[in-house]
């Protein structure tokens, strides 16, 4: 059944047929097969289960707010902010960018988002000043996959419903690799630009400081909101959301006056449609994962891999190998609705701190959406920038090196990570 379930959805994929058919039609086939007396109707159940989870509310929520402030003006006010404090820096401008995506990612939660709101203005100033055409597409496409890591992140959502882990603990946990992505990057950014003669910028006074703060102000406010009550207990992350959408109109319409309701209501259209697509894949994938459940898939498959008593780390790093994989050629959403249930019963057996896997999860699908061939971010990249596949791709490695060592790091020191969710939650 193994080969038939899995074989059946990768040659689906190898012929182009949407995500969706493949998730669905394997699990139907299988089940006709090897379960001929099963209910259909426990399908259309199971495809219920999968969207029925009240938390994810905050998908649609949160992803409204991001396309609502990409086509605002809070991205170019943050970008402006973050480089009057970089930009005399060597490589201030590339520093910038990554700065720029890890505070966007703090108010979008969307790597998509991020290379379209970030990318979009600081790209073509990046050439402008000297930086190779293909460093600045590289250094746009993986430092956008950092919105995945700070919260709030739709992977997190996806892992902790799947998981029935605290996607509260979750989004606190994301703060310190998403903070140690942002260094590896600069400190990358720093020594790469020694042999391109890039444009430094001269230091602003703190009276400059001062005023480009204080037009970043409110943008600012939305990880604030977010984090801020959760962190304090006063609102769920579904509640969050909410707030995130209410002050993103508030900012965007009312007081910045750079969108109107008609603008708004086309956002709130490409936000459905992007919400259908996510909310489709999250059915067919439940169907999936009951029936790897239900057929005891990973009784049969994990003591191979991973032995009578495997290790906390050898398991984790199992765990990553197979998401960085998966993510390398499907959906994030869709490697953690397979992938999940055959590693979750392990890592409780194991006594693994559930929220722990789920940042290094998180990490993989920040990863795969920045690695050849199907990363998200990869073709993102293309259609926004109107780069061919192999230019867009030629210089991704290095930092793709960077988001390596990240993920050991919190591998081999899992504090890096979880030292501010105990602080929070413990």
Known sequence: MIVLLFGLMLILLLLSAPMMVGLIVAPIASIMVYYPSIDPMNLTQQMLAGVKPLSLVAVPMFIFAADIISSGQAARRLTDLVLVFLGHIRGGLAITAVAACTVFGAVSGSCQATVVAIGGSLRPRMIEDGYSDGFATG??????????????????????????????????????????????????????????????????????????????????????????????????????????????????????????LKDIYKIALSTGLVTGVVFILLAMGAVFSWLVGFAKIPDKILPAILGTAPSAVYLMLIIALAYFIACMFV???????????????????????????GIIVTMQAAIGAVSPPFGCN???????????????????????????ISVLLVIFFPQISLWLRDLAFR
């Open 139 to 260: 250094l746009m496409i993986n430092a956008a996959g950092i919105a995945l890591l700070i919260p709030p992140s739709i992977a997190m959502i996806i892992y902790g419903v799947v998981t029935g882990s605290s996607v509260g603990e979750l989004f606190i946990a994301g703060i310190g690799p998403g903070l140690l992505v942002f260094l590896l990057f600069s400190l990358y950014c720093f020594f790469a630009v020694g042999k391109m003669k890039v444009k430094v910028y001269a230091k602003t006074s703190w009276a400059e400081k001062g005023r480009s703060f204080k037009k970043a102000l409110l943008a600012l406010g939305f990880p604030i909101l977010v984090l801020g009550t959760i962190y304090t207990g006063k609102a769920s992350p579904t509640e969050a959301s909410a707030l995130a959408v209410f002050y993103a109109m508030l900012v965007e319409v009312v007081i910045y006056r750079n969108l109107t």
């Open 378 to 404: 990869i073709f993102t990249a293309m259609a926004v920038f109107r780069q061919s596949y192999y230019s867009t791709i030629s210089k991704i490695w290095g930092f793709l090196v960077a988001f390596i």
């Open 331 to 357: 959906d994030s959403v869709v490697a953690i609705m397979i992938l999940s249930p055959i590693f979750h019963p392990q890592v409780v057996a194991i006594g693994l701190d559930p929220v722990l896997i």
